[in-house]
DNA sequence: TAGATTGTTAATCGATTAACAATC
DNA sequence: TAGATTGTTAATCGATTAACAATC
């Protein structure tokens, strides 16, 4: 079966209409035509209908799109439509943080522990999710079915720790280090970066502009 | 001064390559060529040089890019030359950590004050960084000279917040709420998205994905 | 049936890559 | 000078938007 290469760009929107179909539930909408939705994201209808098309035929001409079957069409495209085992390594502030966040659970991540380094909070727990020891890594990955690693170490020690975990079997990993770890791992291991510094500086960025801009009128 | 217009990838790029040139800093290296950067970052050398051509010309023919001075450029592009004063709304254990990040005040970005609602907690301190209770924001963003403000509340909380910064004065917000503030702002306001629920739904749908490559293989 | 809205093709726009003259 | 590498123009590629026939 030899799928359709879907383009990065695409991907990245995904969430965010699954997000907006998500609200459109909880208010009570059924349906929704591409116009609708359109006014209400801020992209082209004919963006939405390209970019749904992508993955079938999901709606009805002269009806639009069924707001329940859309989303569920979407979650199983995203993989949200079974548990995906995730462990946090780094128990510090971001990392307990991560743990705190139920929403993630509501969609399929399940965090099934923590691990840090110090002994200070070995055992400790999260919303009832245990804090491991790094050394207890290779048996827990093993026993847990871990498919997901999010790594909220400082970059002198996320690299190391990226091999450990590919070397047990985790297949991704959600980095929060500050190098990228992609170029640094084997292609078939799925890397996601959360580049917080560089979010920050694209947000100076606009600001400086912003500014300049004011001046120059 | 009608400053071109630079496009959303390039900037995009830009905290990238300064992290790279920072990096080379470090390692003492003093000049560049497009084809090195190539091959360390993995993009095409013909792009660095459009991209860096937006903005001026930083290289030499026949030597390449001194290190030291593309760095700066960079630097001062994203507005990293000065410093920004950011508090953080939300003492939770995002809110803790992005407090505890050292590297954005290497950056200029300043953290002068945390804010909750928590009465338990005011008046403790984070790295010498006060918590003080959400009403006194008005007071303290005029005598602060706040600029930014990173946003770490459930979205349900978050627009209504988001008003009162922008009330007050605030230019700028680094959203981690799950709901798109730019939408809801005055479009003078800079609003930076970090949505990690969707970056973990993008990393949930390549795992997804190569594992139906693998399969089909 | 008439009206609405999709799915899809074609046109446009923008971003990336290639090529090479300019020049250090 | 010869070699290297930029800055920049032109060519290609891909993504977005427009248009409309198909059809519910």
Known sequence: MDEKWISKAVIKRLPRYYRYLGELLEDGVERI???ELSDRMKVTASQIRQDLNNFGGF???GYGYNVRHLYDEIGKILGLDRIHNMIIIGAGNLGQALANYTSFERSGFKTVALFDIDPA????SIRGIEIHMT???PEFIKANNVEIAALTLPKAEAVAMADVLV???VKAIWNFAHTDLNLKLPQDVVVENVHLAESLMRLSYNLTTRESDRKNK
């Open 135 to 137: 050394d207890e890594l």
């Open 59 to 61: 709606g009805q001409q």
């Open 167 to 169: 070397h047990n079997g």
């Open 121 to 124: 909070i070995k055992g400790k």
């Open 33 to 35: 035509s591409s116009g």
